[in-house]
T-cell receptor, first 115, second 114 residues
Protein backbone atom coordinates (compact mmCIF):
# COMPACT_ATOMS: atom_id res chain seq x y z
CA UNK A 1 0.00 0.00 0.00
CA UNK A 2 1.16 3.50 -0.72
CA UNK A 3 1.86 5.45 2.44
CA UNK A 4 3.89 8.07 4.20
CA UNK A 5 5.11 7.84 7.77
CA UNK A 6 6.38 10.34 10.31
CA UNK A 7 7.77 8.18 13.10
CA UNK A 8 8.01 10.94 15.70
CA UNK A 9 4.99 12.63 17.24
CA UNK A 10 7.20 15.35 18.72
CA UNK A 11 10.71 16.68 18.25
CA UNK A 12 12.30 18.96 20.85
CA UNK A 13 15.39 21.04 20.09
CA UNK A 14 17.10 24.04 21.63
CA UNK A 15 17.27 27.28 19.70
CA UNK A 16 20.40 27.46 17.57
CA UNK A 17 20.76 23.70 17.32
CA UNK A 18 20.18 21.77 14.10
CA UNK A 19 16.83 20.07 13.69
CA UNK A 20 15.62 17.04 11.75
CA UNK A 21 12.02 15.93 11.23
CA UNK A 22 11.81 12.46 9.75
CA UNK A 23 9.66 11.16 6.92
CA UNK A 24 9.63 7.85 5.09
CA UNK A 25 7.41 6.82 2.22
CA UNK A 26 6.19 3.88 0.22
CA UNK A 27 4.87 4.53 -3.28
CA UNK A 28 4.86 2.89 -6.65
CA UNK A 29 6.76 4.73 -9.31
CA UNK A 30 8.76 7.90 -8.84
CA UNK A 31 7.94 9.68 -5.59
CA UNK A 32 6.82 13.30 -5.52
CA UNK A 33 7.34 14.51 -1.96
CA UNK A 34 6.26 17.61 -0.09
CA UNK A 35 6.69 19.27 3.31
CA UNK A 36 4.09 21.57 4.82
CA UNK A 37 4.00 23.48 8.11
CA UNK A 38 0.94 24.40 10.15
CA UNK A 39 0.94 27.10 12.81
CA UNK A 40 -1.82 27.17 15.44
CA UNK A 41 -5.23 28.08 14.02
CA UNK A 42 -3.82 28.39 10.52
CA UNK A 43 -3.92 26.35 7.34
CA UNK A 44 -1.00 24.42 5.95
CA UNK A 45 1.82 26.38 4.36
CA UNK A 46 4.03 24.89 1.65
CA UNK A 47 7.72 24.59 2.57
CA UNK A 48 9.35 22.63 -0.23
CA UNK A 49 8.98 19.74 -2.65
CA UNK A 50 11.02 17.14 -4.46
CA UNK A 51 9.98 16.16 -7.95
CA UNK A 52 13.24 15.31 -9.68
CA UNK A 53 16.84 16.47 -9.86
CA UNK A 54 19.13 17.36 -6.98
CA UNK A 55 18.48 15.24 -3.91
CA UNK A 56 18.91 18.23 -1.61
CA UNK A 57 15.94 20.56 -1.88
CA UNK A 58 15.95 24.03 -0.38
CA UNK A 59 12.73 25.68 0.70
CA UNK A 60 11.18 28.49 2.69
CA UNK A 61 12.42 29.86 6.03
CA UNK A 62 15.83 28.19 5.72
CA UNK A 63 14.49 24.65 5.63
CA UNK A 64 15.86 21.95 3.39
CA UNK A 65 15.13 18.29 2.81
CA UNK A 66 17.18 15.42 1.47
CA UNK A 67 15.66 12.80 -0.79
CA UNK A 68 17.22 9.39 -0.19
CA UNK A 69 15.91 6.80 -2.62
CA UNK A 70 17.65 3.80 -1.08
CA UNK A 71 16.24 4.58 2.36
CA UNK A 72 12.91 5.85 0.98
CA UNK A 73 13.23 8.90 3.16
CA UNK A 74 12.71 12.63 2.82
CA UNK A 75 13.82 14.16 6.12
CA UNK A 76 13.32 17.86 6.79
CA UNK A 77 16.31 19.74 8.17
CA UNK A 78 17.42 23.14 9.32
CA UNK A 79 20.96 24.01 10.43
CA UNK A 80 19.92 26.37 13.23
CA UNK A 81 16.45 26.23 14.80
CA UNK A 82 14.44 29.28 15.82
CA UNK A 83 11.74 29.47 18.47
CA UNK A 84 9.41 30.67 15.72
CA UNK A 85 9.90 27.34 13.92
CA UNK A 86 7.75 25.69 16.59
CA UNK A 87 4.77 24.28 14.70
CA UNK A 88 3.23 21.12 13.28
CA UNK A 89 5.03 19.68 10.25
CA UNK A 90 3.50 17.39 7.65
CA UNK A 91 5.20 15.25 5.05
CA UNK A 92 3.12 14.32 2.00
CA UNK A 93 3.57 12.10 -1.03
CA UNK A 94 1.79 11.97 -4.34
CA UNK A 95 -0.09 8.78 -5.05
CA UNK A 96 -1.72 7.66 -8.24
CA UNK A 97 -5.13 6.03 -8.03
CA UNK A 98 -8.03 5.31 -10.35
CA UNK A 99 -9.25 8.90 -10.23
CA UNK A 100 -5.89 10.41 -10.95
CA UNK A 101 -3.40 11.80 -8.50
CA UNK A 102 -3.73 12.98 -4.93
CA UNK A 103 -1.58 13.73 -1.92
CA UNK A 104 -1.53 11.63 1.20
CA UNK A 105 -0.19 13.17 4.37
CA UNK A 106 1.66 11.81 7.34
CA UNK A 107 0.11 12.26 10.75
CA UNK A 108 2.35 15.21 11.52
CA UNK A 109 5.25 15.94 13.84
CA UNK A 110 5.13 18.70 16.41
CA UNK A 111 8.38 20.63 16.55
CA UNK A 112 9.10 22.47 19.78
CA UNK A 113 12.08 24.82 19.87
CA UNK A 114 13.07 26.09 23.29
CA UNK A 115 14.94 29.32 23.97
CA UNK B 1 -2.10 33.18 2.83
CA UNK B 2 -4.80 35.37 1.28
CA UNK B 3 -4.61 33.26 -1.90
CA UNK B 4 -7.19 30.83 -0.51
CA UNK B 5 -9.91 32.11 1.80
CA UNK B 6 -12.45 30.18 3.81
CA UNK B 7 -15.61 31.28 5.57
CA UNK B 8 -16.70 31.01 8.24
CA UNK B 9 -13.58 30.47 10.33
CA UNK B 10 -15.60 28.93 13.14
CA UNK B 11 -18.97 27.19 13.05
CA UNK B 12 -21.05 25.56 15.77
CA UNK B 13 -24.08 23.63 14.64
CA UNK B 14 -26.59 21.15 15.94
CA UNK B 15 -27.08 17.75 14.39
CA UNK B 16 -30.30 18.83 12.67
CA UNK B 17 -28.93 22.03 11.16
CA UNK B 18 -27.96 22.69 7.57
CA UNK B 19 -24.95 24.88 6.92
CA UNK B 20 -22.40 25.50 4.19
CA UNK B 21 -18.67 26.11 4.17
CA UNK B 22 -17.24 28.35 1.48
CA UNK B 23 -13.81 28.40 -0.11
CA UNK B 24 -12.50 30.87 -2.66
CA UNK B 25 -9.13 30.86 -4.38
CA UNK B 26 -7.58 33.90 -6.02
CA UNK B 27 -4.66 32.08 -7.63
CA UNK B 28 -6.11 31.14 -11.01
CA UNK B 29 -5.91 27.46 -10.17
CA UNK B 30 -7.95 24.71 -11.76
CA UNK B 31 -8.08 22.09 -9.02
CA UNK B 32 -9.69 22.44 -5.59
CA UNK B 33 -9.80 20.09 -2.61
CA UNK B 34 -11.60 19.54 0.67
CA UNK B 35 -9.68 17.93 3.55
CA UNK B 36 -10.75 16.98 7.05
CA UNK B 37 -8.26 17.40 9.89
CA UNK B 38 -9.17 15.66 13.12
CA UNK B 39 -7.12 15.58 16.27
CA UNK B 40 -4.47 12.85 16.31
CA UNK B 41 -5.27 11.74 12.76
CA UNK B 42 -3.64 12.42 9.39
CA UNK B 43 -5.29 14.81 7.00
CA UNK B 44 -8.07 13.05 5.16
CA UNK B 45 -8.79 13.95 1.57
CA UNK B 46 -12.54 14.25 1.08
CA UNK B 47 -13.21 15.60 -2.41
CA UNK B 48 -11.28 16.77 -5.44
CA UNK B 49 -12.50 18.98 -8.25
CA UNK B 50 -10.57 19.60 -11.43
CA UNK B 51 -11.93 22.14 -13.91
CA UNK B 52 -15.23 22.13 -11.93
CA UNK B 53 -15.66 18.39 -12.31
CA UNK B 54 -15.53 16.12 -9.28
CA UNK B 55 -12.71 13.67 -9.80
CA UNK B 56 -12.55 12.08 -6.38
CA UNK B 57 -14.94 11.28 -3.59
CA UNK B 58 -12.97 9.51 -0.91
CA UNK B 59 -15.89 7.47 0.48
CA UNK B 60 -17.31 10.50 2.23
CA UNK B 61 -20.76 10.13 3.86
CA UNK B 62 -23.62 11.72 1.96
CA UNK B 63 -24.26 14.19 4.78
CA UNK B 64 -21.35 16.08 3.20
CA UNK B 65 -22.24 17.46 -0.22
CA UNK B 66 -19.68 19.43 -2.25
CA UNK B 67 -20.41 21.98 -4.93
CA UNK B 68 -18.03 23.64 -7.34
CA UNK B 69 -19.82 26.26 -9.46
CA UNK B 70 -16.59 27.50 -11.04
CA UNK B 71 -12.85 27.01 -10.72
CA UNK B 72 -12.56 29.72 -8.07
CA UNK B 73 -15.27 28.64 -5.65
CA UNK B 74 -15.88 25.48 -3.69
CA UNK B 75 -18.63 24.79 -1.18
CA UNK B 76 -19.22 22.04 1.32
CA UNK B 77 -22.88 21.68 2.27
CA UNK B 78 -23.50 20.07 5.63
CA UNK B 79 -26.68 18.43 6.93
CA UNK B 80 -27.56 16.09 9.76
CA UNK B 81 -23.98 15.89 10.94
CA UNK B 82 -22.71 13.80 13.83
CA UNK B 83 -20.52 14.92 16.75
CA UNK B 84 -17.63 12.90 15.28
CA UNK B 85 -17.71 15.24 12.28
CA UNK B 86 -16.29 17.99 14.47
CA UNK B 87 -12.92 18.87 12.96
CA UNK B 88 -10.97 21.48 11.04
CA UNK B 89 -12.05 21.51 7.40
CA UNK B 90 -9.37 22.69 5.04
CA UNK B 91 -9.73 23.81 1.47
CA UNK B 92 -6.81 23.78 -0.95
CA UNK B 93 -6.16 24.58 -4.58
CA UNK B 94 -3.47 23.78 -7.13
CA UNK B 95 -2.76 24.68 -10.71
CA UNK B 96 -3.66 21.21 -11.89
CA UNK B 97 -4.43 17.87 -10.32
CA UNK B 98 -1.20 16.43 -11.61
CA UNK B 99 0.61 15.71 -8.36
CA UNK B 100 3.62 17.88 -9.10
CA UNK B 101 1.65 21.05 -8.50
CA UNK B 102 1.86 22.55 -5.06
CA UNK B 103 -1.38 22.73 -3.12
CA UNK B 104 -2.10 25.99 -1.35
CA UNK B 105 -4.32 25.81 1.71
CA UNK B 106 -6.84 28.12 3.26
CA UNK B 107 -6.92 28.80 7.01
CA UNK B 108 -9.69 26.28 7.60
CA UNK B 109 -13.12 26.24 9.21
CA UNK B 110 -13.24 24.91 12.76
CA UNK B 111 -16.52 22.98 12.92
CA UNK B 112 -18.14 21.86 16.16
CA UNK B 113 -21.21 19.64 16.00
CA UNK B 114 -23.24 19.53 19.18
Amino acid sequence: AQSVAQPEDQVNVAEGNPLTVKCTYSVSGNPYLFWYVQYPNRGLQFLLKYITGDNLVKGSYGFEAEFNKSQTSFHLKKPSALVSDSALYFCAVRVVNQAGTALIFGKGTTLSVSS
Amino acid sequence: ETGVTQTPRHLVMGMTNKKSLKCEQHLGHNAMYWYKQSAKKPLELMFVYNFKEQTENNSVPSRFSPECPNSSHLFLHLHTLQPEDSALYLCASSQGQWGTDTQYFGPGTRLTVL
